[in-house]
Nanobody, 123 residues
Framework: VQLQASGGGLVQPGGSLRLSCAASGGTLTHYIMGWFRQTPGQEREFVAAFVWSNTNTGYADSVKGRFTISRDNAKNTVHLQMNSLKPEDTAVYYC?????????????????WGQGTQVTVSS
């Protein structure tokens, strides 16, 4: 499975962005799709995840109520809608895929990673 992330950019505090992660080389039926983020000098951290087979979702406490993860079946794509963005959301965002049917926040469980996309929240 190859993953291609897109949609990052510069946005003002309170603004919105939508990230996309397009998968190729296989279907996502048996995968958990996750979004992680990383800032310089920090460990990569879990943001949100979506279980393709049962549509279960999970979110980090820091983004609950502001971010929404969803899928586009026809395009084999997962989206991360980010609203009410804060400067502390600034990071490189990565999408990833793990085989399974339960939400997992563990980086080591994710087998496939896309390239990062930069999100900068600043006035």
């Amino acid at each position: 499975v190859q993953l291609q992330a897109s949609g990052g950019g510069l946005v003002q505090p309170g603004g919105s962005l939508r990230l996309s992660c397009a998968a190729s080389g296989g279907t996502l039926t048996h995968y958990i799709m996750g979004w992680f983020r990383q800032t310089p000098g920090q460990e990569r951290e879990f943001v949100a995840a979506f279980v393709w087979s049962n549509t279960n979702t999970g979110y980090a406490d820091s983004v609950k109520g502001r971010f929404t993860i969803s899928r586009d079946n026809a395009k084999n794509t997962v989206h991360l809608q980010m609203n009410s963005l804060k400067p502390e959301d600034t990071a490189v965002y990565y999408c990833a895929a793990a085989r399974g049917w339960r939400i997992t926040v563990e980086l080591s469980r994710y087998d496939y990673w896309g390239q990062g996309t930069q999100v900068t929240v600043s006035s």
